[in-house]
């Protein structure tokens, strides 16, 4: 998968984890959106790092390479509610696939995307981490 491919595939997992929990039943801490832009020069981070999550128990990560900085967005006129969060993404190496694939539903927590059914969980591409920036221009 190239880069391009990669990075539009990061948006729609980030999409996911602000719509985790979506259900109409669950009670929320309020999320933001995120919009997500490329930064330049990409940095690396040299492992190994463990990484555990509900999909993969454990992950030896050998390498992390940034390459996007995303940050809280206003959607339709709604408030931002913690504009000083950002989040940076990791390209994660190596990313494995899954033996075997997760099978997940997803419910956005709003109304103008429609929930997705028999989602398939594939591979790791991508740590997001919250990070606060400065603004030098």
Known sequence: ?????????LL??????MSLGGLAHAQL????????????PPSQVPG???????????????????????????????????P???LKAYEIFPAPPLNPPA???LFPLNDH????FDVRVIR????????IKERLQ
């Open 48 to 82: 190994p790092l463990l990484l555990s999550d509900q999909f993969d128990p454990q992950e030896a990560v050998e390498l992390l390479v940034s390459r996007l900085l995303c940050a809280p967005v206003s959607k339709e006129g709604s408030p931002v509610n913690n």
């Open 124 to 131: 790791p591409l991508f740590l997001l981490v919250p990070t």
């Open 113 to 116: 995307l429609p929930p997705e």
């Open 29 to 40: 801490t309020p999320v933001d959106h995120y919009k997500c832009y490329l930064i330049e």
């Open 84 to 86: 000083d969060i950002h």
């Open 12 to 17: 729609l997992a980030i999409f996911a984890l």
């Open 103 to 105: 099978l997940v539903n």
């Open 1 to 9: 998968m190239n880069r391009i491919g990669k990075i539009g595939l």
